[in-house]
Nanobody, 128 residues
Framework: EVQLQASGGGLVQAGGSLRLSCAGS????????IGWFRQVPGKEREGIAC?????????YYAKFLKGRFTVSSDNAKNTVYLQMNSLEPMDTALYYC????????????????????WGKGTLVTVSS
């Protein structure tokens, strides 16, 4: 059974940093594309970043991030990280990680509709 668990959320002041973790099990981690998404109540879920298979290592980022977030992975720990720097109040959201086999356009286009497996979200709150 494929399982994903996001963690590392919390309360941080504007300008601060957080690192989210996405731990996976039940699948060969390096063979899947792992994406990060976020959602604010009442708004559509939006794509943030995606690593196109840890063995490949290609990463894709939403343009609005302006280089503030970085995805990395530790295959030995079956974990993908999202390092978030220069956080802004507008980054406040529930953050999710998701996985999909590394073919198709879901990862490069950060299309949440194309992701197959989802973990529970972790809440990030950025105060002004």
């Amino acid at each position: 059974e494929v399982q994903l668990q996001a963690s590392g959320g919390g309360l941080v002041q504007a300008g601060g940093s957080l690192r989210l973790s996405c731990a996976g099990s039940g699948f060969t981690f390096g063979d899947y594309a792992i994406g990060w998404f976020r959602q604010v109540p009442g708004k559509e879920r939006e794509g943030i970043a995606c690593m196109f298979g840890a063995k490949d290592g290609s990463t894709y980022y939403a343009k609005f991030l302006k280089g503030r977030f970085t995805v990395s992975s530790d295959n030995a720990k079956n974990t993908v990280y999202l390092q978030m720097n220069s956080l802004e109040p507008m980054d406040t959201a529930l953050y999710y990680c998701a996985a999909t086999p590394p073919y198709g356009s879901a990862c490069p286009t950060l299309n949440y509709h194309g992701m197959d497996y989802w973990g529970k979200g972790t809440l990030v709150t950025v105060s002004s």
